[in-house]
């Protein structure tokens, strides 16, 4: 359930690029879901954040897309979409993966996402 949200997330980050408007979308359905669920907001909080963040470099609705492509071909001339893509898509993935796998360990230990915040 968490990995299918941290996806979802990620893959709609390609069509809607701004954080805050799609957690205005996706907060009145996903926030209530999950409590119904016993899980706490901040919880559901947190997973929209690790889809959301590592996917921001790869997608190319992003105005840093073109930036980061602009500067990729002050190095390299003959860099495009593809060559910027293929760079930055394992890192991407690689922080994807390293967050919730750090997440899933934190979860399971039970530790305390902040002061008076309990994970469960």
Known sequence: MFAGLVLLVAVLN???????AQY???APVIVPMFM????APEVTQM???MGDSPTNVISPMSPYFAL????????H???GIGTLFSLTLPISMA???GWFLFFSLWYAVGL???PGVPVR
């Open 112 to 114: 305390p996402l902040g």
């Open 24 to 26: 205005a979308l996706m």
């Open 14 to 20: 390609f069509f809607i690029t701004s954080g805050s």
């Open 36 to 39: 119904l669920l016993d899980v």
């Open 95 to 97: 922080i994807l993966v």
């Open 77 to 79: 001339r003959k860099a």
């Open 68 to 75: 980061a492509l602009g500067y990729i071909q002050q190095y």
């Open 47 to 49: 997973l929209f954040r």
